[in-house]
């Protein structure tokens, strides 16, 4: 089973929340050009919640025209702090035409053994966020 979100569809997190994804689900967010899928925090400030962490090894993880702002409020795995993780052995997400800002830690954190799109560093828009855009540990 998984989170498949449509065009235009907003997701506002309570403070430090975090959305997980977990290893036998999906998360499916493409927005369109004009209808881009929105994740942020109930108060738009930076670093207000924790951001969205994935375990999944689904070919369906995908999160494209959208906005991911605001997150990065604490550690999410591993001592870090991103809008967006990655974590696990073969866990990936694919990344594309998509904004992410205010993350009070990296932008997209990516585990020893994960994978992410590898264009996401270019792929995307990256605003004020604390740490790198895009962190992959090797």
């Known amino acids: ?8 569809v907003t997701v506002e997190f309570a403070r430090d ?14 927005g369109t050009a004009s209808e881009k899928i929105t994740f942020t925090g109930a108060q738009k400030q930076a670093g207000f919640w924790k951001g969205i962490i994935t375990y999944s090894t689904s ?14 409020s604490g550690v999410i795995v591993s001592g870090k702090k991103a809008a967006l993780a990655i974590y696990g052995n073969k866990v990936t997400m694919n990344v594309k035409s998509t ?39 090797k």
């Open 99 to 137: 904004r992410i800002a205010g993350s009070g830690g990296y932008g997209i954190y990516v585990s020893y053994g994960a994978s992410v799109n590898a264009d996401a560093a270019t792929a995307n828009t990256f605003e004020a966020n604390a740490m790198s855009n895009v962190q992959v540990d």
């Open 59 to 72: 070919d369906r993880n995908a999160i494209e025209n959208a906005e991911l702002s605001n997150a990065g």
């Open 17 to 30: 929340a975090v959305l997980r994804i977990n290893a036998t689900g999906y998360l499916s967010a493409k």
């Open 1 to 8: 089973t998984g989170l498949k979100l449509s065009p235009g």
